[in-house]
């Protein structure tokens, strides 16, 4: 194979990884064809060979497959640096766990999700593990045949940390299949002419509500309130409040 | 916008003013069609779990506001909300009632 032409300076390693898995995602789950190969290859690893790299976003591809089996687009995969790297794949006793290292002395990416089973992530997400629960766990997949031993359970959790209320928050729009309120603004105006000369210089609350279900067009609901209004508004929100507060205080 | 509504201003209009009333109805803001507030019902119900999360144990404010349009016909608009989408909704409430009051 030829020497490689000249090109310019490949993104740092780390940074490179997570935008090739951007791109992959933005091309597997959001439909945007226009993501090609040579695209990514050519942004974010010029110096590598075609094949070489065709290999790594296939395998990338089938990884992201499995973080996305329950339906919730999120990476189980964690960047470590070369180091700790080193140190997972001497201790592990889980022959799957993958190391990816490219280029080969940047930031290493750790397979999490193949260490423990893509089922026991996804159980994860699915308890919605507070940090007791999951240490529980954790240790329980630790003491297993075959299972991960404690540096990648300390990975998991620290992923499992930061990625908490992102995957619950999109669990939750996940499961809302009617209309929610998606935007609202308002303004005050001031009657200056009416048919009904009582009318005159009465504010009025003008009110704009953007409604519709998650990924589908929106109803723009326009709403006049006079100060009445708002204020029987009002009396009804504050009994949603103290239902609310009720309801928090008994769970 | 109702269609009987437009006639009825179209007819006004050409009453005060014989010619261009599609002009003059150009002219009048969006929100003079604006439908007015009524009444609102809600509910408050807990989604517990669903298939693709078995532990979601989330609030949520079921909302149905009743509102009429300038021929007087009432509908229902519903919508949900989580908590912090209600507490905004509130807090929106509340800055307008200060400013209605301060006008």
Redesign the interface.
């Known amino acids: 194979m030829a020497a490689a032409e000249q090109q310019p300076p490949a993104v740092d390693g780390g940074k490179a990884l997570s935008a090739l898995l951007g791109g992959i995602a933005q091309a597997a789950y959001y439909g945007k064809v226009d993501i090609t190969e040579e695209l990514l290859r050519g942004q974010l690893y010029p110096e590598a060979a075609p094949e070489e790299f065709r290999a790594l976003r296939a395998k990338m591809g089938g990884l992201l497959q499995i973080c996305s089996c329950?339906?919730?687009m999120y990476s189980a995969l964690c960047v470590v640096s070369p180091v700790q790297a080193g140190s997972l794949a001497e201790s592990q006793s889980n022959p799957n766990l993958e190391i990816f290292t490219h280029p080969p002395d940047a930031h290493c990416l750790v397979n999490v999700s193949l260490a423990i089973t893509p089922k026991a992530l996804q159980s994860i997400?699915?308890?919605?593990m507070d940090l007791n629960q999951l240490e529980a766990f954790l240790t329980a997949q630790t003491k297993k045949q075959g299972g991960i031993t404690s540096d990648q359970a300390a990975v998991i959790a620290k992923f499992w940390k930061n990625h908490r209320v992102k995957i619950?928050e999109s669990?939750?729009n996940?499961?809302?299949w009617?209309?929610?309120?998606k935007n609202?603004n308002?303004r005050?105006d001031?009657k200056s002419q009416s048919r009904h000369v009582d009318q005159i210089n009465t504010?009025v609350?003008?009110?704009?509500m953007e409604?519709g279900k998650y990924g589908q067009e929106s109803e723009f609901?326009?709403?006049?309130?006079d100060?009445a209004?708002?204020?029987?508004?009002?009396k009804?929100?504050t009994?949603?409040?103290e239902?609310?507060t009720a309801?928090?205080q008994t769970? | 916008m109702a269609a009987g509504s437009v006639v009825l201003l179209t007819r006004a209009l050409e009453a005060l003013d014989v010619g261009g009333a599609a002009d003059k109805i150009n002219l009048i803001p969006q929100d003079f069609f604006a439908e007015l507030f009524v009444d609102i019902k809600w509910k408050l119900g807990v989604a517990m779990s669903s298939d693709t999360c078995r532990s979601l144990k989330y609030p949520y404010v079921t909302v149905a506001l009743k509102v009429a349009d300038s021929s007087g016909q009432i509908t229902n608009k519903c919508f949900e909300m989580t908590v912090p989408q209600f507490k905004n909704f509130f807090r929106q409430f509340k800055e307008m009632a200060a400013v209605l009051e301060t006008v």
Not at chain 1, 205 to 208: D, K, S
Not at chain 1, 229 to 234: E, F, H, P, W
Request: aromatic share 4%.
């Open positions: 329950s339906h919730v997400a699915s308890a919605d619950h669990l939750v996940q499961s809302c009617d209309n929610v309120l609202m308002w005050v001031l504010p609350a003008i009110v704009e409604l609901l326009c709403l006049e309130f100060e209004k708002v204020s029987q508004m009002l009804k929100l009994e949603i409040e239902s609310m309801l928090t769970t």
